[in-house]
Nanobody, 114 residues
Framework: QVQLVESGGGLVQPGGSLRLSCRASITIFRFNAMAWYRQAPGKQRELVAR???????NYADSVKGRFTISRDNAKRTVDLQMNSLKPEDTAVYYC????????WGQGTQVTVSS
């Protein structure tokens, strides 16, 4: 059974920080690159950051230098440290494999507003 459980979202002021965490079942986590995605109201879901099983990372241009993705293979978790947050980062954030599987978690809402 595939499970993805995201947490850590919330309301933060512009310039603030949040750390998101995702716990994944072994089925999806063990052999796959993992990623964080986000979907803002009225927009398509987009890839934010990706990390391979060996720890290589890639980021969307819009978050480079501000976000950091990491994974703990022993705990089966994928974290996203988000710094210098902007209002345009407001979205529901999801984790999944990359390429993504059909199963999605409930996501975690991030709202950046003063």
């Amino acid at each position: 059974q595939v499970q993805l459980v995201e947490s850590g979202g919330g309301l933060v002021q512009p310039g603030g920080s949040l750390r998101l965490s995702c716990r994944a079942s072994i089925t999806i986590f063990r052999f796959n690159a993992m990623a964080w995605y986000r979907q803002a109201p009225g927009k398509q879901r987009e890839l934010v950051a990706r990390i391979t099983t060996s720890g290589s990372t890639n980021y969307a241009d819009s978050v480079k230098g501000r976000f950091t993705i990491s994974r703990d293979n022993a705990k089966r978790t994928v974290d996203l440290q988000m710094n210098s947050l902007k209002p345009e980062d407001t979205a529901v954030y999801y984790c999944n494999a990359n390429p993504s599987w059909d199963n999605w978690g409930q996501g975690t809402q991030v709202t950046v507003s003063s």
